[in-house]
């Protein structure tokens, strides 16, 4: 595709209820990257996928968050019994290559999470 | 550890007008610097990086930086505001070669 797609685009879950965030990463790219963004504040980063590899989940903020890569290519994020303070926009992102040092992450629309 | 301080949550310029973004730095070595743009609606897109090479980096829309290292700044500068200019602006390092800190961003107001 011409960039990374997140879907749904705006999502509001019940609090407690389980909800599942898209992402497609551009085609071919290596590197994928979940960001958490709360209102009026810079992007918080959540989780490192390297091809199917989770490399890093130093940020997810409790084991409610699990993500996945399959494939290598689509990922979900996913969270359990979501809390209001879960509300925030989810960003993925994606590189060609590992890392970000010599490559340029892109970043996707976001899903807008409201918990109620 | 790696992080960034944006100096302004809101910056108001004329149309027309120079822009100065401030950020400063902390970092135990030379970090690797970004500034990224969000404007409402969109994806957030890159304007430029630092990466320990020219001290003064040319990004895209004609936005540069400037990494002074004495001053642990990597200030964003425009010469000439324009309203498409108006959006949220991060200032960003990179932790561990593939982790962006972000700054906790400035707003730009552009006046006509």
């Known amino acids: 595709g011409a960039g990374v797609s997140q879907s749904p685009r705006y999502k509001v879950a019940k609090r407690g209820q389980d909800v599942a965030l898209r992402c497609d990463p551009i085609s071919g790219h290596v590197s994928l990257f979940w960001y958490q963004q709360a209102l009026g504040q810079g992007p918080e980063f959540l989780t490192y996928f390297q091809n199917e590899a989770q490399l890093d989940k130093s940020g997810l903020p409790s084991d409610r968050f699990f993500a996945e890569r399959p494939e290598g290519s689509v990922s979900t994020l996913k969270i359990q019994r979501t809390q209001q303070e879960d509300s925030a926009v989810y960003l993925c992102?994606?590189?060609?290559?590992?890392?970000?040092?010599?490559?340029?992450?892109?970043f996707g629309q976001g899903t807008r999470l409201t918990v109620v | 550890a790696q992080s960034v301080t944006q100096l302004d949550s809101h910056v108001s310029v004329s149309e027309g007008t120079p822009v100065l973004l401030r950020c400063n730095y902390s970092?135990?070595?030379?970090?690797?610097l970004f500034w990224y743009v969000q404007h409402p609606n969109k994806g957030l897109q890159l304007l430029l990086k630092y990466t320990s090479a020219a001290t003064l980096v040319k990004g895209i829309n004609g936005f540069e930086a400037e990494f002074k290292k004495s001053e642990t700044s990597f200030h964003l500068t425009k010469p000439s505001a324009h309203m498409s200019d108006a959006a949220e602006y991060f200032c960003?390092?990179?932790?561990?070669?593939?982790?962006?800190?972000f700054g906790s961003g400035t707003r730009l107001l552009v006046r006509p």
């Open positions: 970092s135990s070595y030379s970090p690797s």
């Open positions: 960003v390092v990179i932790h561990s070669s593939y982790k962006l800190i």
């Open positions: 992102a994606s590189s060609l290559e590992e890392g970000q040092l010599n490559t340029e992450a892109f």
